[in-house]
Structures are given as structure tokens and as C-alpha cells.
């Protein structure tokens, strides 16, 4: 039995949460350019949960930009899909399956433009959501008469020019844009690139004025861990459990995150959604958004990354499950990085709540997420996430954060790279890793005299914008380390760390 609307009625609801006939006869109140897991796992989940609800009472149309295949799978079941939550929440295991129906039609751009076009004329749709990824948004001399135009701004252009013409240019009928595509302000720079095309396409100042007036860009930023398929063996297992063969299945984290930036009361009646989860926010600026993530999560990451190498975990959730390792992590975020993310927005139990959280998404039995994938750039996400850290610290504190400079340590030992031509690796524990790392000839260079490669390294400029030796303390307290950590081993000097309490 595959999922689809006649087989809802066999589908036991105990196991499953499915939708209820007036759900699925919704109205489409959203366009939505792209099909992919992060869309579905966040957006459209959060559309989904509020027509459960009875909140926002609005379904998506869902286009598919790109050139390569069509909407088979979504048609044959009925545009229905489970989504599998599987994590950590609070500290506890959540596991929950529920058949997403916020999906009314999947249509082709390269197949289906007309149909696309004249949706725009539908007075109920009132959204765009878009997650073309970070090459979509992107200047483009698209001429919006071609069928379809190639870029996303040149389509979004097309379908807000026809619906400009079909209401007349009504103020009211003005959408709601919140791209969720992972760049600085997003929704900033598609308007200026659709203003951009509009005076190529010579639209008309009216037009102009009405795309600028009439039409709310908001700036977005989206959180959530969203793997996609699942493994054909946990797959099986769960369709063999839900008593249904599902294609469309994906799995996704429970920790979520949707960030809108809007002071308008009109957008936030109608993102209605936003009531329906604790997972959105609709705020004057999503600014403490980006910098707990960057800070709390991300930094986190990226400080913990050649540690974890060194001591021997491939994976985080491996990492994660070690008593010494988890310890550091969240000391590290509750006492170096969570106090200088305080400031006017963002409140120091914010900023726990927010590390709590990311512990649970570390700890996460169900995510495969590979400490070597996040060593690529190792050094520039170091500058960018960490060396403010370090700089906020000092003025809060006077004196060195001890678990970065750990951090730092395992860095400059992981960083001791192996060249072949223009290939770098790393070895560890017997395993060899791939370096890919703008700055790998320079660290290769330091290393050839290990008596001064901290100094060289916390020195230049090329790295952190700044010689960190300037710091006071930070250059012994990095060289200690790195003497522990080739004298102990990673795991030991975790365990000292943490059972003597010394930091």
C-alpha cells in the first residue's frame, strides 16, 4: 500500500499523525520555488502542524525550478509525504511521524509555466517561500516573457508582474516574501536584484512602485538539521511499522528554527503559521538569531573540531556520547561563549537555553554528522566564528579562555598537514584525513620547526586579522596544550581536564 488520499483511510492514526479531509481541500495560499528536504522538513512543516491546528488554513503550490525530472513521485501520492522527527528535545528522545498535506500541486517550470502563471491570479495566495539554494539568488538578464525565465528572480519577477496585472496593481494584492536561501539578507538582495530586472524588462515605474510598496521582502534565516531520505533499513523498517510504502519520506531533527524579520502587523497576520510552533519567531531583526547560531552552534563546532579528530570520534553523536568530550563542549559554551554573546537583544539565560539546545542536537542518535566534513575551511571558520570570541572575552575578563585555546591547540596539531603536490592530509589516531584549507601551505611551512609554530601561527595576520600573541596568557596557555595533547592524547587530557576540574 502506497501513500496517497485513497489509502488514508486504511492508515491505522495511532501510529501516524494524518490529515483530516478539510485539510486536504485547503485553498493554495503559498508559492513555493523548490522541492527539497529543507523546505518540507521546515516551512512546509510548519504550514502543515498549523492546519492541524485550524490556524493558517492555507496550502502550497509547489514549483519545481529545476530542469531534470518532473513531479511523479509527488503525484502519485497525491502530493501526501512523512515526515520522521527522530532527536533530542529537552534532554529527552522524541521520535514522532506525522503525513505532511501542506502540498496541494507540484508543478514543472519547464513543463507547467502557464499553469504557474495563472496561480498568480488566485486572490488567496498571498506567500513566497523559496529555497533555491545560495546560487539562486543571483543577478540574472532573465526576460520575463520566456517560458519560464531560467533564474528564480527572473520566475518570482514573471509570477509578481502577472499578478500586478491581474489585480490591477492593488496595493492589496502585494505578497509576502520570505526566502530562506542561507545568505546575509537574503530577502534584501532579491529585491534589488528583481528591482534590478524589472528596469531590464522595462515593467514600468508603476510596477516598480508596487513591487517596492505593496510587497513585503522578509529577511529570513532557517535552522533545522533536515538529512532528507533515510537509509533504505530504517526506512523499511518505519513503513513496515506505519503499515505504508512512502518515497517521499525524509527524516529531520527536532530542534527548528525559523527566523522572520518584520515589524508589520500585515505580515504577521498573514504568516499566520508563526502561532502555531515556539519554533517561530517574526521579530523587528533576526540579528540575535544569527549570532547565537554563528556563536553558540557553529563556533562550538568548529573550536571542537580538531579536538574530536585527535581524540578519535569520526562522528558528533559519537563524540557526544563520551562523558569528558560532552563536559567540555558545554562548559566551553556556558562559560567562554555564552557570556560575550550577551548584549542588548540577547539575554545570558537566552544564551544557555540556546547552548542546552545545542547539546541535544550534538547528542542526536540518529544523525551521522562527520567531525572531518567540518574541518573544510577549518582556519577561515576559526576567524570568522571564533577570534571575536576571544577578543570579547578578554574585554569582559582579562584573562584566557582556557577550553578555545584547548580548541586553538588541537587546531595547530590537526593542521600539522602532509603535502603531495597540491594536496594536503592530515593524520590521526592511524587515520589519514583530506585538508582542503586556504591556509594549509602556511601551516606546513610553521611546522617545519615545531619549537616555533605557535608563536608563527597566533602571530599572523594572514589567519586571524590580528597576532594573537598580543593576548596576555593565550600563547602559554596554547603551547601547554599542544604539549599535553602530544604528550597525553586528547582523550586523557579531556579526562584530566575534567574530573580534576581544573578549568
Not at 521520535?95 to 499553469?115: F, G, K, M, T, Y
Not at 576559526?382 to 582556557?402: C, D, F, G, S, T
Request: charged fraction near 25%; charge should be negative.
Amino acid at each position: 500500500m502506497i501513500l496517497n488520499k485513497e489509502n488514508l483511510k486504511n492508515i491505522n492514526g495511532d501510529k501516524v499523525t494524518k490529515p483530516s479531509a478539510e485539510i486536504l481541500a485547503l485553498p493554495e495560499k503559498v508559492i513555493q520555488f523548490g522541492t527539497g528536504v529543507l523546505l518540507r522538513g521546515l516551512p512546509d512543516y510548519f504550514i502543515d502542524k498549523a492546519n492541524q491546528k485550524g490556524i493558517f488554513n492555507g496550502r502550497v503550490l509547489v514549483v519545481k525550478s529545476t530542469a531534470k525530472g518532473g513531479a511523479d513521485a509527488f503525484s502519485k501520492q497525491d502530493n501526501l509525504y512523512t515526515l520522521c522527527v527522530k532527536g533530542i528535545e529537552d534532554g529527552v528522545n522524541v521520535e514522532e511521524n506525522s503525513i505532511n498535506s501542506s502540498i496541494s500541486r507540484v508543478l514543472s517550470a519547464s513543463q507547467d509555466w502557464a499553469e504557474i502563471l495563472k496561480a498568480a491570479h488566485q486572490p488567496e495566495m498571498q506567500v513566497v517561500i523559496s529555497n533555491t539554494t545560495e546560487v539562486g539568488i543571483v543577478k540574472s538578464e532573465d526576460k520575463i516573457t520566456d517560458n519560464p525565465p531560467q533564474s528564480y528572480p527572473g520566475k518570482l519577477l514573471a509570477f509578481l508582474h502577472e499578478r500586478y496585472t491581474a489585480f490591477n496593481g492593488s496595493a492589496e494584492s502585494g505578497m509576502v516574501i520570505v526566502p530562506t536561501e542561507l545568505i546575509s539578507d537574503n530577502a534584501d538582495k532579491l529585491k534589488e536584484i528583481l528591482l534590478d530586472l524589472a528596469i531590464q524588462n522595462k515593467l514600468g515605474w508603476d510596477f516598480e512602485n508596487w513591487l517596492k510598496t505593496a510587497n513585503h521582502f522578509c529577511k529570513t534565516l532557517v535552522d533545522r538539521i533536515v538529512p532528507g531520505k533515510l537509509l533504505e533499513a530504517a526506512q523499511k523498517a518505519i513503513e513496515s511499522q506505519l503499515g505504508y510504502e512512502d518515497e517521499l519520506m525524509i527524516m529531520a531533527e527536532p530542534f527548528r528554527l525559523w527566523a522572520i524579520e518584520s515589524s508589520s502587523e500585515k505580515v504577521k497576520e498573514i504568516l499566520s503559521f508563526a502561532k502555531a510552533d515556539k519554533g517561530i519567531f517574526i521579530v523587528p531583526s533576526i540579528d540575535k538569531f544569527k549570532e547565537l547560531k554563528l556563536r553558540l552552534l557553529n563556533g562550538t563546532h568548529t573550536i571542537s573540531c580538531g579536538l574530536a579528530i585527535l581524540a578519535g570520534f569520526n562522528t558528533v553523536k559519537d563524540a557526544m556520547a563520551n562523558e569528558d568530550f560532552s563536559a567540555n563542549v558545554l562548559k566551553l559554551m556556558k562559560d567562554e561563549i555564552a557570556p560575550v554573546v550577551v548584549n542588548e537583544d540577547i539575554t545570558y539565560n537566552e544564551a544557555i537555553a540556546f547552548a542546552e539546545s545545542v547539546v541535544d542536537r550534538f547528542s542526536n542518535p540518529s544523525l551521522e554528522h562527520q567531525w572531518q566534513a567540518i574541518t573544510l575551511n577549518f582556519t577561515s571558520k576559526m576567524q570568522m566564528r571564533n577570534i571575536p570570541l576571544i577578543r570579547r572575552y578578554y574585554a569582559l575578563k582579562n584573562e584566557v579562555p582556557q577550553l578555545t585555546a584547548l580548541g586553538f591547540a588541537a587546531y595547530i596539531l590537526f593542521m600539522n598537514v602532509n603535502k603531495d603536490g597540491d594536496t594536503y592530509t592530515a593524520s590521526a589516531n592511524g587515520k589519514t584525513y583530506p585538508v582542503q584549507d586556504e591556509f594549509a601551505e602556511i601551516l606546513y611551512e610553521y611546522w617545519k620547526n615545531p619549537e616555533t609554530v605557535v608563536d608563527n601561527t597566533l602571530g599572523d595576520r594572514r589567519l586571524w586579522d590580528k597576532n594573537l600573541n598580543n593576548y596576555p596568557g593565550f600563547n602559554a596557555a596554547v603551547k601547554s596544550y599542544v604539549e599535553l595533547l602530544q604528550n597525553k592524547g586528547a582523550k586523557e587530557t579531556l579526562s584530566n581536564l575534567h574530573s580534576e576540574r581544573t578549568i
